[in-house]
């Protein structure tokens, strides 16, 4: 089974562009669809993002969609998660996440449960 490692997170102010990544080890990455989810402070976690294992397709939560990128490379095991024109309200623990499988896609958003491996989790901090 794979693990995951989050890297990337700060504090930017509003408008601006972050990127985090996911750094996989430990098994076949390619094997695994992957996703991104966040927990705003406060709040439960939620869908964000998630993509295929051979990353042709991609899935966005409506709140983010259009403004951020997921994106992943299996020859250095990363999924990433670009994020443009960031908002206060995009703020919380943003945690990688991955399934050998669930196929990719927006029901992530209520299997989270039933995800099979979680990374720490990285702080994202939008605020002025």
């Known amino acids: 089974q794979v693990r995951l490692v989050e890297s990337g997170g700060g504090l930017v102010q509003p408008g601006e562009t972050l990127s985090v990544s996911c750094a996989a080890s430990g098994g076949t990455f390619s094997s695994y669809a992957a996703g991104w989810f966040r927990q705003p402070p406060g709040k439960e976690r939620v869908f964000v993002a998630a993509i295929t294992r051979n990353g042709t397709s991609t899935y966005y939560a409506d709140s983010v969609k259009g403004r951020f990128t997921i994106s992943r490379d299996n020859a250095k095991n990363t999924v990433n998660l670009q994020m443009n024109s960031l908002k206060p309200e995009d703020t919380g623990v943003y945690y990688c996440?991955?399934?050998?499988?669930?196929?990719?896609?927006?029901?992530?958003?209520?299997?989270?449960?039933?995800?099979?491996?979680w990374g720490q989790g990285i702080l994202v901090n939008v605020s002025i």
């Open positions: 996440a991955a399934d050998p499988h669930l196929p990719a896609g927006k029901s992530w958003s209520v299997l989270i449960s039933y995800l099979e491996v």
